[in-house]
């Protein structure tokens, strides 16, 4: 791999296009307890140690948005989703970078 992500958009941007009503695909790559602390509403879990356990999980026909704490585990989720033909894009920033509404709990 070489660490190359096909697209990348910003935390502002995501809230921005949810805001306005988008019905995105957001997928959190975090841990459980990082997911319990606060995550996007809107978002799916799939801890980055399951993500290729899971793929089947996730469609190749929808952009999935990829968010982790910083924007580097969904960066690299991104380079692994990318090599399986998914559209990807990475959350730069993370949820360090999240200033719009948060979800808690499982």
């Known amino acids: ?9 910003t935390p502002e941007e995501v809230a921005a ?3 306005d009503g ?6 959190d790559v975090r841990e459980d307890g990082e ?6 509403g809107q978002a799916v879990h799939i801890p980055l ?3 290729m356990q899971r793929i089947d999980e996730l469609d190749r026909g929808r952009e999935i948005t990829v968010v982790c704490r910083s924007g580097s585990r969904s960066g690299l989720a991104c380079e692994l989703l990318a090599e399986h ?3 990807v ?14 979800s808690y709990g499982r």
């Open 22 to 27: 988008e019905d995105m695909f957001i997928l």
């Open 17 to 19: 296009r949810l805001r």
């Open 1 to 9: 791999m070489a660490f190359q992500i096909p697209k990348s958009c």
């Open 89 to 102: 894009v990475n959350m730069t920033g993370g949820m360090n970078d999240w200033t719009d509404r948060v």
């Open 49 to 51: 140690g399951q993500l």
């Open 85 to 87: 033909n998914f559209n």
């Open 35 to 40: 997911w319990a602390d606060g995550h996007i």
